[in-house]
Structure formats: C-alpha cells, structure tokens
C-alpha cells in the first residue's frame, strides 16, 4: 500500500470542533480503502478508526486532536 504522511501542523480545527486534515483525491484515490494511522511515543504506528468526509475534490480526515500519523491507501493508475 502506499500512503501520505501528515504532521499534527496540518490540522485545521472545523466548526464542529473537529480537527481535520485535507487531502486531494487525485493525490490517494478516492478514499474507499483508505487506513489512518497515529504515531505513537515509541515512533510505531497505531490504526485508528477516524471520521472520513469528502467534499468535491477533498477528503478530509477528522479526529478530536491533531496528531502526527499517516494515510494507507491501494495504489492507482
């Protein structure tokens, strides 16, 4: 799988007091088997089951934290 890493400064908190990440469908696909994962003290990566929205050409990753962590996706052509 490939995946997309992202840093705790790249959350946006919503009006919904959500923080969110955004990503590009063009940059991991349409978001249908995507894995989130969070970076734990020891550097191992964790998954998490996250809120997932799409809006147009975005997905966004949502949790109640900004955390550093990374997005799994299946490869595309």
């Given at each position: ?8 400064e790249d959350?946006?908190?919503?009006s ?10 063009g940059?991991?696909?349409e978001g249908?088997d ?9 550097g191992e990566?964790?998954i998490?089951?996250?809120?997932i929205?799409?809006?147009e050409d975005?997905i966004?990753?949502?949790?109640s ?5 990374r997005v799994?996706f299946?490869e595309?052509h």
């Amino acid at each position: 799988m490939a995946h997309r890493n992202f840093r705790k400064e790249d959350f946006v908190k919503d009006s919904s007091g959500l923080y969110q990440v955004e990503f590009r469908k063009g940059n991991i696909g349409e978001g249908s088997d995507l894995l989130v994962e969070r970076r734990n003290e020891k550097g191992e990566y964790e998954i998490l089951q996250t809120e997932i929205k799409r809006h147009e050409d975005s997905i966004f990753v949502c949790w109640s934290e900004p955390f550093d962590g990374r997005v799994l996706f299946d490869e595309f052509h």
